[in-house]
Structures are given as structure tokens and as C-alpha cells.
């Protein structure tokens, strides 16, 4: 099977004073939660061959927040 994942990420900032400035960023991985499942048995003399008993992880997201002066 394959991998489909689709990252998203979203950035605003905020303007305090003339220099400073507030960023905030949003950043997500598997946006929409698409399993990828891992690589088959491919052990012949394994009563489990053909099976997928793996997979990868789910969506993951991460916030941040930057003071830039």
C-alpha cells in the first residue's frame, strides 16, 4: 500500500508596535487522518502471510507562538 498524507500549516501576525511584532503559526501532519498502513508479511511459511499488522501514526498537530523584536 501506498502513503497519502497531506500536511497543512497557517500563519497570522501580529503587529504591537512599529518592530515588534507577535507570530502564531499552526501546523499540521496527516491533515486529514488518511491511514497508512505499513508493508505486508511477505514470510510464505508464516501461517500471518499477506497480513498488514502495522501502520503509521495519525494526524499530529503542533502550535508556536514568536515574540520577533
Sequence with gaps: PGTRALDFSAM??????????LQ???EFFNFF?????GRPNL???NPG????RS????R???LALKYIF
Design 12 to 21: 497570522k501576525v501580529f503587529r504591537i508596535t512599529e518592530g515588534r511584532q
Design 24 to 26: 502564531f503559526r499552526a
Design 33 to 37: 487522518n488518511h491511514p497508512n498502513f
Design 43 to 45: 514470510n510464505v511459511d
Design 49 to 52: 502471510f499477506g497480513a498488514i
Design 55 to 58: 501502520g503509521g501514526g495519525g
Design 60 to 62: 499530529e498537530g503542533q
